[in-house]
């Protein structure tokens, strides 16, 4: 009897636990899905907040930019783009000569 109690009560542990990582899963790709939203709205409105104003950890700052100045420029160069680029690479030829220029 107690073998069976502890059997059933094991396979209780294991289903709640794999309900667990499942749902936690779920809210990682809900997070990433977002993530991804926010920036679309940023594309289209560079100055947008988060609908909700939640936002991440502070980021460290760097003197090469701006608070800001790096995104805004990436936008405009993905804006302007006759074909669209999916290379960091081209992102990066772009902003340097761009910021000289200003």
């Known amino acids: 009897m107690e073998a069976l109690v502890m059997m059933n009560l094991r396979a209780k542990r294991a289903e709640i636990s794999e309900t667990l990582e499942c749902l936690g899963r779920h809210v990682e790709q809900h997070r990433v ?15 947008a907040e988060a609908a909700t104003g939640a936002k991440g950890p502070a980021r460290k700052r760097n003197d ?13 160069v993905l804006r302007d783009a006759a074909v669209i680029q999916s290379t960091e690479r081209h992102c990066a030829s772009h902003s340097p000569a761009a910021r000289k220029s200003n």
């Open 64 to 76: 090469w930019f701006q608070p800001g100045e790096c995104r805004r420029r990436i936008h405009d």
């Open 33 to 47: 899905d977002l993530t991804h939203l926010d920036a679309t709205l940023r594309l289209f409105d560079p100055e």
